[in-house]
Nanobody, 123 residues
Framework: QVQLVESGGGLVQAGGSLRLSCAAS????????MAWFRQAPGKEREFVAA???????WHADSVKGRFTISRDYAKNTVYLQMNSLNPEDTAVYYC?????????????????WGQGTQVTVSS
């Protein structure tokens, strides 16, 4: 199985940028569909972005054009570049891995999760 550890969260002003990292160990990320989700207080966990095999990526409409998911196979790491942040992006961001390569926007379909990293955007 794979272990996931997120990093890179923090406090940023509106309009700023952050890059989140998800370092995987135990298995290579090429064995999974990888995704980012987020959960704001009092809200359900929501899909942010994902990539699947062979090289397809998807981004939620709410972040399209501002966030970009990428990966580095040599470092076994997935990234989420977040630009033009606004207060509505404030949430705990989670990295997730799904056995099999199909895309899913549902958190219930993902098998492995990191502990999450807090992103707070001030106005």
């Amino acid at each position: 199985q794979v272990q996931l550890v997120e990093s890179g969260g923090g406090l940023v002003q509106a309009g700023g940028s952050l890059r989140l990292s998800c370092a995987a160990s135990g298995r290579t990320i090429s064995s999974y569909a990888m995704a980012w989700f987020r959960q704001a207080p009092g809200k359900e966990r929501e899909f942010v972005a994902a990539f699947t095999r062979p090289s397809n990526t998807w981004h939620a409409d709410s972040v399209k054009g501002r966030f970009t998911i990428s990966r580095d196979y040599a470092k076994n790491t997935v990234y989420l570049q977040m630009n033009s942040l606004n207060p509505e992006d404030t949430a705990v961001y989670y990295c997730a891995a799904k056995v099999g390569y199909g895309l899913s926007l549902r958190s219930i379909d993902y098998d492995y999760w990191g502990q999450g990293t807090q992103v707070t955007v001030s106005s």
